[in-house]
């Protein structure tokens, strides 16, 4: 249609300088004026292409011959210098028509390119922008606008069967009846190696769908669905394939950085579990070493230990036996708090009785120090499980005192709060610097600094674990005038019931 | 305890070498087995006075063994569990062990529980005693009246029957489903709940010193112990 428009115009064209040689001729007398009609071709040329400029000088010269050569009004030409004239004439409209039909030609073809190099360019910048979902939804509206689509989806392959869809703007475009996603066939190319199919017919219900295959390198990853399209010219194909390769290379790093992510987790979960082990391996050993050198020692023949040598060697073994015990405690309750499988087996005890116990067993180990208790006079019984807090007070208790001096006195302070009970073990000792305060409840934790690290590293770990599986919260604190004090919270959301059932008569005995 | 016969059943051999060179130091008659079959075997043949059972045994576990000793004897049976398994030792005692050792033990504390077990004699047979002394207090089981230093403790009736079975049962473990089974019936067993609250309440009527009990004392986790009359070989 615009074709034949742009040939009636260009016969207009020709038609109107006829009129102006006409006109120009009334007024003055000049030899030839087929030039006039260049403007027309060129003008035909330069706007509408090579044809409607062929046109126009055809129909110039025919228009000159009939109406301006003599004999007018005929299409004979008597003088034989028209003839060269014209035929001069013709040549000069064939070859600037032509240069001009072509410098319009590549106008047109830069003009394109600029197009679709903006399009490539905002394409490009939208799915490099941050975060991957909102770059689709962004790179989906351009698209849409660029090729008046209706509909606009990415589908990823994902190994199983349908195909996952990433996003889906506009009419439904990952339709089920698209089925799986295509990728190259064998050998056939075209669309420069792409396939691009057509799905769906004209009706509204399943709009007509072209499917891109995205790929990278050779592997297929997954389909851009464009719905509402049916043919598209080779430029748009081209374009489309460039699209395709920019969605695809965007997706791929995406999950390369995923990728990427997971392994520096993995990385650093690795360097940290070779860390630990190395720390336990130590632990464990050390009192090994003690054990063995000791019964070694006992065993050597020809050496006639003393009574005391031998009371000494022997109290190393059952000393360094213990502690190896304990660590291996330890390490047990910690691996047990890791794997979630605490499950405190409550009942309803008396935190003061359990408190007393505990500090009545550790008394001997404490080294002669004072321990103090400190607790109201009636505190109702919480629901908890006996051994595990007997667990933490004992390792509280057993941090005070490696960390304080051998004579400093430590204080069991019990209190009922508004959720429940609270336990505080005081000590007097240097306390722990502001700076280390957050880490004193990890694993393998030590106060290098303060001489011997005696301990696993392990009992402030344990006794959060315990703490927190009862649902409660340990913390620590500056004593006021100097020290440290680890606290723990102990939830009592209700108040135990008075058990009636088990309260029979009164009757006294 | 010279000259007793105790059959040592555990699967590990240096804890079978240890235990029979202690055991025989102090004038125990030692018995080996390695497995439930050999000791069941070992058993039938020689009846020892005492068993040490270690629980985790291969093949028939150690509470299927004690089970069968048990249904064949009330002889004392001492088990030796690892730390931190809870539910199997209090089975055990459940299914009619006396005592346990935690491994690892030191030699003395398995010595003295063995002495206490065998003093008592095995099985939940409780002592044909008419009066219960220790310390303080006493203990009138047929007048069912208790005193402190002579002074009249007035107890609520299932007060009076924990104290009683405890007492009666004087050094040995008692958990806490066998409590409740004796004094309130087998439908409370698992009425643990509260139990300690009235072990608790028992202990402010009759202990010198409530917060440091010599008479109820707990074994957490697992029951109650009524201290054995006989200081000398009290377990701990």
Redesign the interface.
Known sequence: MARLRQFVLAALGVALCSLAIAAIRALFVTPNLSTVYLLAVLFAAVTWGWWPALLAAVLAILSYDFFFVPPTHTFNIHDPAEWLALLVFLTVAAVTSNLAARERARRDEARRRATEATLLYELGRSLSGGELASALQEFAARLMEAFALQGCAVVLNEGQHRPRTLISVGAAAAEDSAGTVLGRPGGKRRHLGRWIAVRGSGNSRRPPTLSVPLHVGERPIGALRLVGRRVISDDETRLLATVADQLAAALERERLRQAAQQAEILRQTEGQRQALLASVSHDLRTPLASIKASAGSLLTPGVDWSDEDRRSFLTTIDREADRLNRLVGNLLDMSRIEGGVVRPQADWYDLAELVREVIVRLKPSLGGRTVGLECPDELPPIEIDYLMIDQVLTNLLENAARYTPPDSPILVRLAATTGGQQIGVVDRGPGVPAAERGRVFDKFYRLEPRGKAVGSGLGLAVARGLVEAHGGRIWLEDTPGGGASFCFELPAPEPPPPAPVLEASEAQT | MSGARVLVIDDEPEVRRALRMALSGRGYDVQLAANGEEALAEFDRHHPDLVLLDLQLPGLSGLEVCQEIRERSSVPIVILSV??D?PTKVRALDLGADDYVTK?FGIDELLARMRAALRRGGGARPAGQAVIELGDLRIDLER???TVRGQTV?????E?EMLRYLAANAGKLVTHRMLLRAV?GAE?ED????????V?QLRRKIEPDP??PIYLL?E??VGYRFASPDPAARPS
């Open positions: 730390q931190g809870e690892p069912r009246e208790v007035h107890l609520r009736p299932k009076y309130w409370y009425a643990r709940p509260y139990l300690h609250v009235h608790g917060s440091h707990t957490p986790g």
